[in-house]
């Protein structure tokens, strides 16, 4: 049985402790130079050792604990998902800690396509080949697609667009990547199960930018899995400049930089309101110069730990008719005199022309807080004479035909608009950064939705 030339030792952790932090100040090439070659060897092949973040370890502990079967690796795009797996897999064959206490002799390699599975998993430039050292690399077979180890050890290719290609064998282990992308992922998943039935303990690895898709949403709640999770900017120093630039920039914020970079699982209710779509539609650069400008508050019924949110979102109108949504600025929990100084610095950094505050359950209060703080403002109490959905109906109307824009990302909002049904958010919650946003263009002219105001 082959392992690492060098065991983990204090003096290894130093090095790689070391090594970390010349990462950290961009002195990585002074490091290397200073390096003998028996700490050159060790950097080469101890990736668990020193190369690895948390999240690409087996959980342990806090992360999930040692008796899990499914091991869920979410990850953005370039998190570095692949390298997990391969050395999951080259650990698991050798028999190498943290990964496995003895060698497991069968393991499964699922792919999206076999295409898929051998050009990335196992010959890519982090798959299971390039990870070994070469005098400890097994040999790939393609035309049997196995990968077969010096110890006997071997990993078998499958296709997710061929379940019943599981239907025979038996393994120990199983690495599944991009299982959000599968073409039969229940039927492919169910023949792996039947197939896990060597050794003491299967256990599974899922590698995948998370998708809202029945299977991957069955299995982060499935009580045997761990969960670890990555955006593509944990993995920066192994990325190009330019992509974190120009990518990562663009699509920061946005449904989709969310999904395929941030590793986030983005939901989204069928009979929402709001669709991603149109939300993502509505995005722009930035707003335009705005004839009117709006601050609107949905404050808390109560305070302490249990509290709502203090809803705070700005809008206004342009010079055609446009409405924008130029900041959501709600905050958690907050006491009385937090939340109004905040609304009070959200109206003056805007330069509003009205703070537009909601005076059901306990508004009255609201709008006494916030004179307390600066009574030089003038506040607009709106009062809600009907139900949360039907006053966002035409809100809705409005953003389904164009005629409002966000001038930023705004996730916390956004996430609350795509999951808010006839029966409010699905967790039950209250709809504090939407209930304010309803309230800001409503304020701004909404025909067939104007609330009841009046001016204190």
Known sequence: MTRSPVTPTR????????????????????????????????????????????????????????????????GGRGAGKTRTGAEWVRGLAQGMPPFAPEPVERIALVGETIADAREVMVEGVSGVLAVHPRHERPTWIPTRRRLEWPNGAVAQVFSAEDPEALRGPQFGAAWCDELCKWRHAEETWDMLQFGLRLGRQPRELVTTTPRPVPLFRKLLADPRAAVTRAATRANAWNLAPAFLDTVVGKYAGTRLGRQELDGELIAERADALWTRDMIDTARADAAPPLTRIVVAVDPPATSGRRADACGLVAAGVDACGQY??????????????????RALALYHRHRADALVV?????????????????????????????????????????????RVRHAAAFPALEDEMADFGPGGLSSGRSPDRLDALVWAITALGVKGGEPRVRTL
């Open 324 to 341: 924008w949504v130029i900041e959501d600025a709600t905050i958690e929990r907050a006491r009385p005199a937090e939340w109004a100084a």
């Open 11 to 74: 003096s290894a952790k130093r090095l790689r402790n070391a090594l970390r932090n010349c990462l950290a100040a961009g002195k990585l090439d002074e490091f290397l130079a200073g390096c003998d070659a028996r700490a050159l060897t060790f950097l080469m092949h101890a990736w668990s050792d020193v190369w690895a973040r948390d999240d690409q370890l087996p959980p342990t502990g806090a992360q999930g604990g040692g008796d899990w079967t499914i091991w869920l690796v979410v």
């Open 358 to 402: 909601e005076v059901n359950q306990g508004g009255e209060m609201a709008a006494a807080v916030i004179a307390g703080v600066d009574a030089s403002v003038p506040v607009t109490p709106v009062r809600a004479t009907r139900g949360k959905y039907l006053r966002a109906e035409p809100v809705a109307a409005l953003y389904e035909q164009g």
